[in-house]
């Protein structure tokens, strides 16, 4: 089970092809605390970016206008004080800004300040952000079970705000994705094929529309490895991954175009990597203090056996399959 | 007595390919090729027709097998449900359908 070995058996090498995308974890505060999260967030979490780090961060997109992307995760990164600023930021800098929305956190009270979100909507349309969604079922059993009582409902409302808004719509260019992860231990389907199904029930059921569905596998690491092994199924879970590995998928895998950066300016090559404290490996300071985009480009990927989640059957990221069909 | 089913053994199934392997081959193509791609059916339908041959035929194997495959076409269990009742209301009726063979013989017996 060495992802090392299994790319030496197939000749592949996966060196860094470029930075793209700035992918930043600004925090592990989440209103949600969803039972395959990688990244065990949270309603008691502190971790959190700081001003001065966003700012440094900014620096790095203002110097390489090769990294074109922006990726703002979390936790839920809306709760973090300077998630605005950062957008805002970035923008005026001619980035493309992408957030890993989950929804309910335009309807949820901030859990620590208690503040009202609801004016997220507006605020991803007036600066042109794409918007994307865990939604892991169009029903509310498979939903809630994963990610909490109630949770499928506020989604759908949630979603009837951003699509009343234009988000999602053909021709407004205003992009709201949805991401669909299984709700337990096996490998998500075909990603145009279960795009169709929630376009169709979701149409269908509660009059929603969204741009694109993107899949991406369940890791086994923290929380959802939490669960493989209290139900005995870490062994069947890593056996169906190495069964589905795909040259292919492991070609596009996403570390070879973004670098990650946590709460505290640490750069890593992904966001698994990044919740299993696995640094950039380039013989420098793995701190965005120090970000060298040629350093970068040389580096050695840091993998381990996680990686096989990535590279199951058509590939998973961020961005989905990494095997289009 | 060990149990003639385990679960294990499911991975194992490639291995009568050792024998008379051409056999095998044939079959594992015209398998794969019916159960497991997109044609007139999409795979999420043909993995709810194998879940419902799987329970008549009972096979522990093809269940466990079939159950996945629904799983990762992204069926749910309310669909997985309607294909088990579509089963179990054939074979039930298979059963009943048959009263048709006792009621003409009640018939032609009687006076």
């Known amino acids: ?30 209103n949600q605390a969803c039972k395959h999260c990688h990244v065990d967030a949270g309603p ?9 780090t966003v700012d440094r961060c900014l620096e790095i997109l203002a110097r390489y206008p090769e990294i074109g992307k922006l990726d703002i995760t979390g ?51 007036q600066h042109n952000v794409e918007v994307i969604s865990s939604l892991p079922y169009f029903q509310s059993a498979e939903t809630d ?25 053909e021709g407004t260019g205003l992009i709201l994705d949805l991401v669909y992860n299984p709700v337990g231990a096996y490998l998500p389907p075909e990603q145009s094929a279960i795009e169709r199904q929630f376009k169709d029930e979701l149409g269908k059921q509660h009059g929603l529309v969204f741009n694109n569905l993107y899949v991406i596998t369940n890791m086994p690491i923290n929380r959802f490895k939490h669960f493989l092994e209290r139900a005995d199924l870490y062994e069947s879970y890593m056996e169906k991954l190495v069964n589905a590995f795909n040259p292919g998928a492991a070609d596009g895998v996403m570390c070879r175009s973004l670098i990650s950066v946590g709460y505290d300016g640490t750069l890593y090559d992904c966001d698994y990597n990044q ?23 040389g580096r050695q990927i840091a993998f381990a056996s996680h990686c096989f989640g990535c ?3 058509a590939g998973s990221s961020c961005g989905g399959a990494t095997v289009k069909s | 007595m060990a149990s003639h089913y385990e679960t294990k053994d ?21 398998y794969t090729e019916a159960t497991a791609t997109e044609g007139a059916l999409t795979k999420r339908e043909k993995s709810l027709i194998g879940l419902a041959v799987a ?7 093809c269940i466990d097998a079939y159950t996945n495959q629904c799983l990762e076409t992204g069926a749910n269990m309310d669909q997985m449900t309607e294909a088990l009742h579509v089963t179990a209301a054939v074979r039930g009726g298979a059963s009943l359908v048959h009263g048709v063979q006792c009621r003409n013989i009640v018939e032609k017996l009687s006076m």
């Open chain 1, 275 to 297: 919740m299993l404290e696995m640094r950039v490996n380039h013989g420098s300071s793995a701190s965005i203090r120090d970000f060298e985009l040629d350093k970068l480009l």
């Open chain 2, 55 to 61: 329970h008549t035929v009972q096979c522990p194997y």
């Open chain 2, 10 to 30: 499911l991975a194992k199934f490639g291995d009568i390919g050792k024998n008379r392997k051409h056999l095998w081959d044939k079959f594992i193509a015209w």
């Open chain 1, 1 to 30: 089970m060495d992802f090392e070995k299994t790319l030496a058996l197939h000749n592949l090498d996966l060196k860094p092809l470029s930075v793209e995308t700035l992918q930043v974890n600004v925090g592990k505060l989440c």
């Open chain 1, 311 to 313: 590279t199951a059957g």
């Open chain 1, 145 to 169: 079970s994963q990610r909490g009582q109630g949770v499928f409902e506020k989604s759908v409302e949630s979603m009837r705000r951003l699509n009343r808004i234009g988000y999602g719509k």
């Open chain 1, 44 to 52: 008691k979490r502190t971790e959190m970016m700081t001003r001065e």
């Open chain 1, 75 to 125: 936790g839920a990164p809306e709760l973090n004080d300077h998630f605005e600023y950062f957008v805002v930021s970035a923008r005026s800098l001619g980035k493309h800004v992408m957030i890993r929305h989950n929804l309910t956190v335009t309807l949820d009270p901030h859990p620590v300040s208690g503040r009202n979100m609801e004016h997220l909507p507006d605020f991803f349309k």
